[in-house]
């Protein structure tokens, strides 16, 4: 993946950074970021959806990895942004991202949360639900301002994947759903009420995906709707906003498509759809998160305990775990490894990779084949650029890794490590705890 190589003394390199340096240098866990595929992919997707030429947008979401390093390197590739809470968007705003190429996204966005969007003056405001609706345009009104709108569907479309990452189902907390009218009412509601305007529908139908088919089926649901809505109230459908959730290979069994091959897809059946229904030919949105920075990043832990229980299985203890990798936990995800100072020897045994946390569960890769694993080697796991530090915790009190972005020999910090005084920055002792004494 990226510009992952192993060099002549058969050690792991990526970016041109020695991993056991980076290790020592930086400390482990580690974060460890190939600034070149995170560009290289951010183009793929640039030029696969024609994004220059104005007739569509690709649009990052920050769910899968946002520091204000990043959202230099997403906004100088032309992207565009989608935050989902006001710590996503004062994030980007403390970056300098362009405020028009933001969409915030969100089931629930606070009082607080809207006015900070209407303050900065954002693209787009992506309205779940009709609370947020008649919320958003009363505080609009009151601040002289129209807001531009997406609203978000649930088109009933069943994609393949993880139970807690499919969003694009009936059954959904996500969106306005299609089947029994209520997309159609809230955009009728969207063309009436003051302080909005409707730019246009929106629709995520899952994450990890990589048939093409249920792209093709949301873009027909979705043009249909289209059409149900320009037939009903006139309003024109500007922008049709596909989501993401383009699938990436984590192991064995993972065939990713290449971006291409999704957007022209989606781009064919638009352009189809909008010559059968009569509409004009909206400006396509792809919001990809996990498929831009999944693969570009991976994370260095350093093995300690070793434990075999003969004829059982034998376990590898890094120095990290669920705490900075929730998804194996949480989702049953896989990884693979590779030992990052012996990555030119051959895999002889396979292991269970455990991490250090106090719960049976943290574990990181129940089947993963190693050369001979000893205390102190570099273990790295690659492909977990996304969801990996935005999902971490401090559970059992351990500090949050540090972040490097490497490129041509060259890593930089962009995230620091928590250390103890982190840990109890927020903490707060009231005076009658006070020291019995
Ligand atoms: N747009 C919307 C509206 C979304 O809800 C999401 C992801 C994305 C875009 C980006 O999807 P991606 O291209 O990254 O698949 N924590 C889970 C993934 C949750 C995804 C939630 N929404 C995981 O670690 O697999």
Redesign the pocket.
């Known amino acids: 993946q990226g510009t992952m190589a192993i060099n002549e003394h058969g050690r792991l390199v990526i970016g041109g950074c020695e991993v056991v340096q980076l290790a020592r240098d930086f400390g482990t866990p580690l974060y460890i970021f190939d600034e070149d595929c995170i560009r290289d992919n951010c183009r793929q997707f640039y030029r696969a959806f024609n994004a220059g030429s104005g007739q569509a947008e690709v649009i990052y979401?920050g769910?899968?990895f946002l520091t204000t390093a990043m959202c230099r390197i997403i906004a100088s590739e032309g992207l565009g942004l989608?935050v989902v809470s006001g710590g996503e968007l004062y994030t980007a705003l403390a970056a300098g991202f362009p405020v028009e190429r933001i969409y915030f996204?969100g089931n629930n966005k606070s009082y607080a949360e809207l006015c900070q969007g209407l303050e900065a003056g954002i693209g787009r405001f992506?309205v779940d639900n009709f609370t947020e609706l008649e919320l958003l345009s009363r505080l609009a009104v009151e601040r002289g301002q129209v807001a531009k709108v997406i609203l978000?569907v649930t088109p009933g479309i069943e994609a393949h994947t993880?139970d807690?990452?499919r969003?694009g189902q009936v059954d959904s907390k996500?969106g306005f759903t299609l089947p029994g009218g209520q997309a159609l009412a809230a955009a009728r509601r969207a063309g009436e009420l003051p302080g909005i305007e409707f730019m246009g529908l929106?629709c995520?139908i899952g994450?990890?995906i990589f048939e093409l088919e249920p792209y093709n089926e949301a873009v027909a649901v979705m043009m249909e709707l289209a059409a149900a809505v320009k037939e009903a109230t006139g309003l024109v459908t500007a922008e049709l906003d596909l989501?993401?959730?383009?699938g990436i290979y984590y192991t064995t069994g993972d065939e990713p498509r290449p971006i291409r091959a999704y957007a022209e897809t989606i781009l064919a059946r638009v352009r189809e759809e909008a010559r059968r229904l009569n509409l004009p030919q909206p400006r396509v949105l792809v919001?990809?998160?996990?498929?831009i920075v999944g693969p570009a990043g991976s994370t260095a832990y350093t093995v300690g305990t070793i434990k075999e229980i003969p004829g059982v299985r034998k376990y590898v203890a890094v120095d990290g775990g669920m705490a900075d990798n929730i998804?194996p936990a949480l989702?049953g995800?896989k990884y693979e490894a590779i030992l990052a100072n012996k990555a030119g020897m051959p895999a002889t045994e396979k292991v269970t990779v455990t991490g250090k946390c106090c719960e049976s569960g943290d574990m990181l890769i129940w089947e993963a084949e190693l050369p001979p694993v000893e205390r102190g080697d570099i273990l790295l796991m690659p492909c977990t650029g996304?969801?990996g530090y935005t999902?971490a915790s401090n559970y059992n009190r351990l500090g949050r890794p540090a972040a490097v972005l490497v490129r041509d020999g060259v890593a930089d910090l962009i995230i620091k490590r928590e250390d103890y005084s982190d840990l109890i920055r927020n903490d707060v002792i009231p005076a009658r705890l006070a020291c019995p004494r």
């Open positions: 979401a769910k899968a989608d996204h992506m978000r993880h807690y990452i969003t996500f929106h995520h994450s990890q989501g993401g959730g383009f919001e990809p998160g996990r498929s998804r989702y995800a996304a969801y999902m």
